[in-house]
Nanobody, 124 residues
Framework: QVQLVESGGGLVQAGGSLRLFCVAS????????MGWFRQAPGKEREFVAV????????LYADSAKGRFTISRDNAKNTVYLQMNILKPEDTAVYYC?????????????????WGQGTQVTVSS
């Protein structure tokens, strides 16, 4: 069982930056691919970014490419999402998710564990 706790969300003006954190429990963090998803009001949950267990490979949604960076520190059981040049359409609850295997995936159905989410609000 893996427990995930996100933090770092908040209110920011358009063009600003935020860094999200997700701390995972457990002793085998490097065996978990880690993803970030988001859900805006009235919309379905959507993929944002994923990083493999080793951290050697990443994938991004088109909306995140060039603005967001996912990274991890396996020694700290932590995954990060650096978000730059934020836009009002980035407003959503952001969720951290873990897979039981170290390989990347873009579908929420492929993830086994989820955090409680952290709110990101971007004002125009």
């Amino acid at each position: 069982q893996v427990q995930l706790v996100e933090s770092g969300g908040g209110l920011v003006q358009a063009g600003g930056s935020l860094r999200l954190f997700c701390v995972a429990s457990g002793r085998t963090f490097s065996r978990n691919a880690m993803g970030w998803f988001r859900q805006a009001p009235g919309k379905e949950r959507e993929f944002v970014a994923v990083i493999t267990g080793s951290g050697s490979s990443t994938l991004y949604a088109d909306s995140a490419k060039g603005r967001f960076t996912i990274s991890r520190d396996n020694a700290k059981n932590t995954v990060y999402l650096q978000m730059n040049i934020l836009k009002p359409e980035d407003t959503a609850v952001y969720y951290c998710a873990a897979r039981n295997i170290p390989f990347a995936a873009m579908s929420a159905a492929d993830y086994n564990y989820w955090g409680q989410g952290t709110q990101v609000t971007v004002s125009s």
